[in-house]
């Protein structure tokens, strides 16, 4: 992480954060299929065993991500998005680090997420890929289909 990047717990109140989500979940909407669309909203993001956090530079949000529990010792990845203005500078990693610390800090076995195919979806497969994520079976409620993935990485304690 680069010198002044500070990880903190969302402020839902911020209007910064605010946009970026808008933009996360538009852009979501865009990539999916309609019935594919599970990324999380403002609601989603402050329901019980979900936190939000963002990445911030002084005034700067870089970007942000989620870690919701599940049962069984499995975390999952919900909602990263770097902002358009940050891409390229490694916020993602960071945040993507953040996440699996956090995850291990909870005591999870296993850290896993669910995306899309496509163009849209290359540089965070890319992301994950790089970090030690393997693709897998479904998990969590989510139904398999032609067009979403489910990657996961088995977490040995820290």
Same mark, same amino acid.
């Given at each position: 992480m #680069?010198? $002044?990047w500070r990880?903190?717990?969302a402020d839902f109140e911020d209007a910064r954060l605010q946009a970026l989500l808008t933009l996360h979940i538009? $852009?979501?909407?865009?990539?999916t299929p309609a019935c594919g669309v599970h990324a999380?909203?403002?609601?989603g993001l402050q329901a019980p065993g979900v936190t939000l956090y963002?990445? #911030?530079?002084?005034d700067a949000l870089? $970007?942000? $991500?989620a870690l919701r529990l599940h049962p069984a010792g499995v975390a999952e990845i919900k909602s990263m998005r770097t902002h358009p203005d940050h891409l390229g500078r490694g916020v993602g990693r960071a945040i993507l680090e953040h996440l699996i610390g956090e995850a291990r800090r909870q005591g999870c076995r296993r850290l896993s997420l669910e995306t899309g195919s496509g163009p849209a979806f290359d540089a965070a497969l890319n992301l994950y890929g790089a970090r030690g994520f393997k693709q897998g079976e479904s998990f969590g409620g989510y139904t398999a289909s032609d067009f979403n993935q489910f990657y996961h990485l088995d977490l040995q304690p820290a």
């Open positions: #680069q010198p $002044g990880i903190l717990p538009e $852009g979501m909407h865009r990539y999380l909203d403002l609601t963002t990445l #911030q530079d002084d870089l $970007g942000m $991500g």
